[in-house]
């Protein structure tokens, strides 16, 4: 049963597709994007989450050099007025457990409007509304290379798998200046969610967690690799929020997220408990006309299992502040993040306390290319850095990536 | 400024032409101000007679086209009994719709094929919206007004008219003041009537240009 939920999705959507593909009227020719985003690296960082380590970075310093950041390719298909379908494939060229792989893969249901209200639904796998960051096509930021604390965790750990539905109305469209949607979603396969911060803390980077891969090499060590996307104790989680919109310059997200899942729990194949995870994030964006952006979140929750009758808990929170200036096609970016995760088990493991400056400098002259060059500092205190790998508990991480992306199909914008 | 004198200027010789003909009576001259003393460009004026004589003017087929994920443009004005073509020049599809009273409808519109125009038959505002870009935003406003146009960039508006009694309306997407600002007026034999409008309120933000077309999530 693990880990077939997102094949059941997909099986549904193709046993959807493959009828209406008898009518022209009904299946149009797809949408497309493929993009390619190439990177030279230079990075001082400890050994990455990606390969096991408690490094906060992407690239540690063995990886300095020229790296393909991202391939991917995007795919949106409208089946008749209402329903589409929307497949988001990637690949990191790193050894995750299949070379291109989804990150996202869902169905939605989106009627018309009705005066001046909207349902949506969405089934699937997809991102929960909590980033307002990560507001470009494939989840990317529009405003630098590595997302900031909170939004690398939601891209490592979180998918909704499930639906979701979302109930807007749209006051800008009956002569006010707010729109407001309620949001609530009901998933399964998020069980492990949690398991990421508490053992290495957060981090900062692009690096999104396939629906079919797992956060690690296979020859990750000292912390071994992690798959994250199963059920494991037949709970279904939930996340209800609110958004706000103030005509297109400021727009508001609350979100509370509970996993629901039963901390005695665990399974013996994929090695892992079931992690009990809740959290409440908030955010706000506001733009000008002048082309400045100001975003904030905030997020704080717990994630908890219980072990042999211990009751192991990790306290969570993050937050960050982010100022962006654009100019016609020149955008510049600075970032602060904050993050902290606290132990309650017999070793401190997976405590972190850390902060991290990120400055990015992005030039997209057309819908085609986009360079994006971007400093990251990120400084950090783990004392499992000393139990597990004998090195000190401190350390302040430098990574400077030069991307560039070349994007070419009729959603590449 | 110096297009909008000119402009009047021919306005004023094709009324002293038309007046000796006993057709028209005067220019009103219609000058639209924000809150804070501005000029207010594009302000839509829409001048009805109150003695039952004038006639809407005549339908138009007008176009509001789709580009970079954007009406363009996002506001026009037309008579009752216009059209509307929308051509969808992007390369991704959008879905048309408005749940105005004054003209609800649903257009899809994919890429390369062309949709009949829309038929405006009722006065009033048309808010337009797209169910997959929720972005894009537009009006159209319907009017049955016998004259009716936009303030330039210098916040004015003219126009020749017959002897008279009319009711001038100013709207504009942005305004605050709830429902629309109207004056009336009386045409005599005089040249010129001039009109002055200042909001009371401060505008609403105009919408961000050309910036959000990734916006995806």
Redesign the interface.
Known sequence: MRCTIPQAFALAALSFAAPAAHSADWLRAPEWEVDVDARLVNSDGQKSFVNGGLGTLRYDHTQSGLRLGRARFALSEAIGQVWSLHLDASAWADDDRNPLDLTEAYLQFRPYPFAGYRFRLKAGAFYAPISLENRAAGWESPYTLSYSAINTWLAQELRTIGVEGQLDWLGTRTGHGLDVALIGGLFGWNDPDGVVVAQRGFSLSDRQTTLFGRVGSSNSAPMRPLELFHEIDGRPGYYAGLESRYFDRVVVRALHYDNRADPTASDGAIRTFAWQTHFNAVGLRAESAGGWTAILQWLDGQTYFESHDEDLAWPFRARFALLSRQIRHHRLSIRYDSFAVDSRSDEGEGAQRGHAWTAAYVFEPDTHWKLTFEWLRVTSDAPYRVIELGIPRAATETEVQLAVRFALGPLAR | MFQSRYIAGCFLALGSLLKAAGALAGALFVAVQTSDGRPLAGAVLTVHTLDGTGRPATPVNAIMDQVD?AFVPDLLVIPTGSTVEFPNSD???H?I?S?SAAKKF?L?L???KRYPPVRFDQAGFV?L?C??H??M?AYVLVTDAPYFGRTDSAGAWSVELPRGTYRITVWHPRIRESGQLEREISIGDADRTAVSVRLTKSL??????G???????
């Open positions: 994920r390369s991704v599809n879905q719709y749940f649903q899809p994919y890429r390369g808010t919206g169910n997959i929720d972005s935003l609403q933000p105009a919408p961000l240009e910036r959000h077309s990734w916006d995806t999530y």
